[in-house]
């Protein structure tokens, strides 16, 4: 059966929306969640009926998200560290941490090092779009400064885990640029455009607002720039909402009005909420990391569990190996 | 009196909303709007009282979209390229264009030329922000692959433009980035913030959601990631807006909780929307010149128009030559 590692001590919460998303995963699927963390504080949020469906690894340091991720490396105790190690050891399928998140990419990349012929991890999001199908922009934040082969594994990374993890038979792979021509671009993604030119799904340059309107499954940039236009992103979904409240608490026919479409309010938070997905993976490591929020709830928890027992299942991994062994034999 | 050159011909829409849009401005300032078009078309939307209150400068050539930018300087009969000489030969004082904007952009720079120490122009949005306040964020796309001098000055020049448009006294700046520590960053903005060190207001780092946060006048970045960013949030936008009128469209219910949050809406739609700006100065150039999007209606040329009066009022120019010598100074 799949063992997912869970930290349960990163998140902003302590371990109790953890271990609540956990339980309201073992209700949907067969796996064996292993909490690592302080066992006292774990066994304690846990009913008797679970006890026996769940591992626990005690660690009794946490990795505070004032720690440098390179620090993390010597914090051996931290329960980020040893959930990864479950992993590296084989105790563990796949990892869930929503805690400090440079910790967790750094310790998953270097502890459990990289698939075969991958340059760079990159972290991986799924966006909600105008057409309800979700597209993947990565890389999200694992690195900086990135070469054009770096943003070209990237755009083929995200096309394997597109067919395997979602489903699509023939995604489109985009070029996140300043404009769709060939001609657009900087330095660093026209040499992108050359490399993955043929490739197939490649539908070259894609724009800022191609992410959120379906046009392309597959995204690629580097980690700056996916970093910025998430955070944009979410700044200004979090905007449009604070205005609509703070309109709203001005007039009564509004709050009626308010009332009355609370439904779509609720339908709108779905499509666009963060706990709906629960993660993002880190794509190109030998193994399955999902890097929750800090904030996650427990409805986020379950779904990044869900997400890691759906990496695990499907073997996307050995799918992008052969893939970017492909592409280097093209190169050559 | 300010002589303000306009481009007629540019825009999506031809002619109409642009003479629209400059009667409606003619009604709350005195200026002298210079019309560069199609001398016809443009009287035939003129009524006869507005004819003594404007000028009109023949321009037989349309730079079209499917221009390439570079390709504008050779177009002199075309009605940016026009409008721009007004400019240059003193006639006017400023400029708006609704058409290529690329090719406005390389013609403004080449053919007015950048002011003492600029290095490149910067594209200067105006973004909304939770508090009301609106954000600056430059460059939106006048250039790519800048380098950390470059960004530097982006900073500087949008420092000068808030305190004298936007009438901010002390505006904080910041250089966007994926977190705010001073060790964030790529190579090109950890420079960027070691010359910006000490600068007046320079609060080092923001991140993508201080774009909409209210949290800082002035951010600087690079054109590349500006352009996307801003793409990107108007594509929440309108994904957004788009999944509210598809789910209200399935309910009764919702539709006249809708109705009675017309006025919320609509006050949301003024805070966000483009035409309540008009368009985007070119910042770094001998003059003014303000870009304004090509799917502009007449109260988005309104608003333009307003942009280019106080840009030449303020002598914002004169202020940026100043700051740039005494950061000059600084580096000596």
């Given amino acids: 059966m799949i063992k997912i590692a869970i930290d349960a001590m990163g998140g902003d919460f302590g371990p109790r929306p953890i271990v609540k998303g956990a339980m309201l995963a073992l209700k949907r699927k067969l796996f064996i969640p ?22 626990i690894v005690e660690a009794s340091d946490v990795i505070l998200m004032s720690d440098a991720a390179t620090d993390a490396v010597k914090k051996k105790e931290s329960s980020i560290y040893k959930a990864i190690e479950l992993v590296r050891t084989g105790e563990a399928h796949g990892v869930v941490s929503a805690g400090h998140s440079g910790a967790t990419m ?22 909600p779009t105008k057409s309800g199908r979700r597209s993947i922009m990565l890389d999200a934040g694992a690195n900086v400064d990135s070469k054009a082969i770096h943003i070209a594994q990237f755009a083929i990374m995200g096309g394997c885990y597109a067919e395997d993890l979602l489903k699509i038979p023939n995604p489109s792979i985009g070029i996140l640029a300043n404009g769709e021509e060939p001609s657009k671009g900087n330095e660093i993604t026209k040499e992108a455009f050359k490399i993955l030119n043929g490739y197939k799904g490649f539908k070259g340059n894609v724009e800022g607002t191609d992410i959120f309107n ?14 910025l236009v998430l955070k944009a992103s979410e ?24 009332l009355l479409m609370r439904k779509v309010f609720k339908l709108l938070k779905k499509q666009i909420d963060y706990a709906e997905i629960g993660g993002a993976p880190l794509i190109g490591i030998k193994g399955c990391a999902i890097v929750s929020h800090g904030k996650s709830n427990s409805k986020a928890i379950e779904n990044a569990i869900y997400q890691a027992i759906t990496y695990v299942d499907t073997g996307v991994n050995e799918h992008i190996v052969s893939r970017l062994k492909e592409l280097k034999n093209k190169e050559v």
Avoid: H, W
């Fill in 34 to 55: 292993i909490f690592v963390g302080n066992k006292d504080e774990i066994l304690a949020l846990l009913p008797k009926r679970y006890r026996a469906k769940v591992s």
């Fill in 106 to 127: 750094t310790l998953a990349t270097l502890r459990l090092g990289r698939l075969d012929g991958v340059a760079r991890p990159a972290l991986a999001t799924l966006m």
């Fill in 214 to 227: 379906g046009s392309c499954d597959v995204i690629a940039c580097d980690g700056f720039i996916g970093n």
């Fill in 235 to 258: 700044g200004v979904a979090a905007t449009i909402s604070q205005l609509i409240k703070d309109y709203i608490r001005k007039s009564p026919v509004a709050i009626t009005g308010a």
